[in-house]
């Protein structure tokens, strides 16, 4: 049995429909809310900041699964699909860039050094940042250098925390949180993969988590303004972010019957990853066309609050459009044509 088959059959559909759910909260993220109460639209986003590690973890977790059988860990076909994917979508929001800004901020992305970790489009950093994650925990792995790997970890995950919400050193040469917060993937991915290797909370324990994790955050956000009066707002990474998102992994990956909904999963399993690369896209000419009819409509507090699920919508119906009448363009832009295992 090969590695890609081994993946499909430890799949499960509560993985998937939480893949799906963490699609939605992407989007909530990279959304604005001016007119909704402060309070709420602080919670809705503390509370959708599980995302990005929980994708960290669950590619850790299948990652392992696909080296079940290999002696050496094998990344050069994931790797490969995730540098075109990179690669290519960076060309697709090129004009998105030029006219958001103009031409030269075009060359000024794609020319920099700093290419190599956000592509043309910042969210792009997901993708470049599994690339760098799966290949340090290879070459952690072929050196046998596991407690490398394991205090790696955990100093990644405390330099995004002090250039991030606590402050707490005035260094000469500051990373600033957008460098930093790019090495997160090793932690989370180590993580999934040791999920995998050691097993994985039970239900019971990821609530728990999950319960303290939302109260960590809340604490937190109020903490870090009253120390450092920095806005609760804007925060990306909390250190309660973590048992939240360990959490909401290990929900999923105890298959609960009563998480298992096959239209959802099936969605969250075949676009999760296109949602995540499509959607300021699709925000972009949306938000162009509906604001050009009814300008006012972006102010309205019923509109901020509909526009992420109506986003995610639209993003699966062109999604699923695309990979039924254009199968090979699907293939294409999502490196299906590479073999990811």
């Known amino acids: 049995m090969n590695s890609t088959s081994v993946a499909n059959q430890n799949r499960n559909t509560s993985v998937d429909t939480f893949r799906l759910l963490a699609a939605l909260c992407v989007i909530i993220l990279h959304l604005e809310y001016p007119a909704l109460p402060g309070d709420f639209a602080i919670l809705l986003r503390l509370l959708s900041r599980w995302a990005i590690p929980f994708f960290f973890i669950i590619s850790g977790y299948y990652f392992a699964i696909q080296n079940t059988d290999n002696r050496q860990l094998q990344t050069q076909k ?60 290879a070459f952690c792995d072929q050196f046998n250098l596991k407690y490398i790997l394991i205090l790696s970890s955990v100093a990644f995950v405390v330099i995004a925390l002090i250039n991030g919400p606590y402050p707490i050193f005035n260094t000469l040469y500051p990373l600033g949180f957008g460098f930093s917060n790019h090495w997160l993937s090793i932690p989370f991915l180590t993580v999934g993969y040791y999920f995998h290797k050691k097993g994985y909370p039970s239900w019971w324990l990821s609530l728990i988590l999950i319960v303290i994790g939302a109260a960590a955050q809340v604490w937190e956000v109020r903490f870090i303004y009253h120390q450092y009066r920095l806005s609760a707002y804007q925060h990306e990474f909390l250190i309660g972010t973590i048992p939240f998102a360990l959490g909401m992994t290990g929900l999923a990956l105890n298959n609960l019957r009563w998480l298992r909904w096959t239209v959802p999963g099936n969605w969250g399993r075949e676009y999760s990853l296109g949602i995540y690369l ?18 006012k409509i972006s102010e309205t507090a019923l509109w901020q609050a509909l526009f992420p699920v109506i986003m995610l919508g639209l993003c699966i119906l062109l999604l699923s459009m695309i990979q039924r009448w254009l199968p090979r363009l699907f293939n294409f832009l999502f490196g299906k044509h590479v073999p990811a295992a």
């Open 78 to 137: 994931t790797v490969g699909r995730l540098i075109w994917i990179f690669l290519l979508w960076s060309i697709i929001y090129i004009p998105v860039i030029a006219d958001q800004h103009d031409f030269n901020t075009v060359l000024q992305r794609v020319f920099s050094p700093n290419f190599i970790f956000f592509g043309s489009f910042l969210h792009l950093w997901f993708i470049s940042s599994l690339i760098f994650g799966y290949l340090f925990i």
């Open 278 to 295: 499509i959607h300021p896209l699709v925000i972009y000419i949306v938000s162009k066309w509906v604001y050009s009819f009814v300008p």
